[in-house]
C-alpha cells in the first residue's frame, strides 16, 4: 500500500506468495520514503518494462499509451492529476460530476483543505463530502478566535519515523511538556484544550453532521499565532477528539494553514489520531499496565 502525503510516501508491504512466479516475500515492511524517490524508481521500472517489450516488437501496446499521456501530462494539469488521483479515479477518464463538485468548493477553501478532502473520499462520498465540507468552512465566519502561539512555541517532533502514530505519541509527549501537564494526569487533555482556549462544543454549523457521515470530522484555519476552528457533528467525544486532532494539524511552521481533520490514511492523518488518542485516552499508561 503507498499513502502519499505532501513529500513523503508511506510504504506498508505484508507477507505474500505470488503464485504463477512462485516467488515468496516473508517480511512485512513499513517505510516512510521521499515522494520523489518514489516516482523516480516506479518511471524507471515502467520505462525498462515499455523498452523491453518494444525490443521484442510490441510498441503500441495500452501500457505505452498510458505512460504516454501521464509523461505529457503539464504542471497545471499536474496538481488535478493528484487531486483525482488520490481518490482513486483516473485523472484520464472524464468525470463531469466529481469535476462539477470541485468547481463548486474549490472557491470556498484552500488548496490544502481541497487535498485533505480528495485524500479522505472516493467517487461515492466526494459530492456528500463536499456539501459537508462548504458547510464547516461557512462557519468560520462565526468561529471565535483560538490563540496557539505556545503550542507552536513547542518543538513538534519532526516526522522521521516508519509509523505515523508513533509520531503523534512523541507530538503528544513535546504538547504536554510545553504545557506542563504531566503524563500521568487524567485531567491533562482537558486542560490541554482550555489553556489553548479550544471549546469543544463551540464553532459548528448546525447542519454539518459528521455523526451520520464520518468522514469529515471538522476544520481548522490559521493565520500567524491565531486559529480558528470549526467542527461538525453533535456527538461531545467526536468532538472533542476531533478538536485535539485538528491542534496537531495546524502546529506546524507554516504561518498561514487550513485543514480538514478527515478519515485519511495520510501521514499527518493518521499522526493526528494517534496524538489525539494518547491526549485523550492515556494511551501510553496503558501500554505500560
Known amino acids: 500500500m503507498f499513502s502519499p502525503s505532501g513529500d513523503k ?25 521521499s515522494t520523489d524517490e518514489v516516482r523516480s524508481a516506479f518511471s524507471s521500472l515502467i520505462e525498462e518494462v515499455l523498452k523491453r517489450l518494444s525490443e521484442h516488437g510490441v510498441t503500441k501496446s495500452s501500457a505505452h499509451e498510458a505512460w504516454d499521456r501521464v509523461t505529457k501530462t ?5 496538481t488535478y492529476c493528484r487531486l483525482i488521483g488520490s481518490m482513486g479515479l483516473s485523472p484520464y477518464i472524464a468525470h463531469p460530476e466529481i469535476d462539477a463538485a470541485m468547481d463548486r468548493i474549490a472557491a470556498k477553501i484552500s488548496e490544502s483543505m481541497l487535498s485533505d478532502l480528495c485524500d479522505a473520499t472516493n467517487l461515492g462520498t466526494f459530492n456528500r463530502a463536499v456539501d459537508l465540507t462548504g458547510a464547516i468552512a461557512k462557519a468560520f465566519a462565526k468561529a471565535k478566535t483560538i490563540h496557539i502561539n505556545k503550542l507552536l512555541a513547542a518543538q513538534k517532533p519532526a516526522d522521521t ?18 504545557f506542563g501537564i504531566a503524563h500521568d494526569d487524567p485531567s491533562g487533555a482537558t486542560d490541554f484544550l482550555d489553556r489553548l482556549q479550544i471549546d469543544p462544543s463551540a464553532g459548528s454549523e448546525p447542519g454539518a453532521d459528521a455523526n451520520a457521515f464520518s468522514v ?38 507554516s504561518k498561514q494553514s487550513s485543514r480538514l481533520v478527515t478519515t485519511a490514511r495520510t501521514r499527518d492523518q493518521q499522526a493526528s489520531r494517534a496524538f489525539a488518542a494518547e491526549l485523550l485516552a492515556l494511551l501510553s499508561t496503558v501500554r505500560l499496565t
Open 9 to 33: 510516501i508511506e510504504i506498508i508491504s505484508r507477507p505474500a506468495y505470488l503464485r504463477f512466479a512462485q516467488l515468496n516475500f516473508y517480511e512485512a515492511v513499513t517505510a516512510s520514503v
Open 74 to 78: 503539464t504542471k497545471e494539469e499536474e
Open 161 to 178: 519515523l516508519a509509523r505515523a502514530y508513533e509520531w503523534g505519541y512523541h507530538a503528544t509527549d513535546a504538547a504536554r511538556e510545553a
Open 216 to 253: 469529515i470530522s471538522g476544520a481548522i484555519t490559521r493565520e500567524g499565532d491565531d486559529a480558528q476552528l470549526s467542527l461538525a457533528g453533535s456527538n461531545s467525544a467526536h468532538r472533542k477528539f476531533a478538536a485535539a486532532r485538528a491542534s496537531f494539524l495546524t502546529w506546524s511552521d
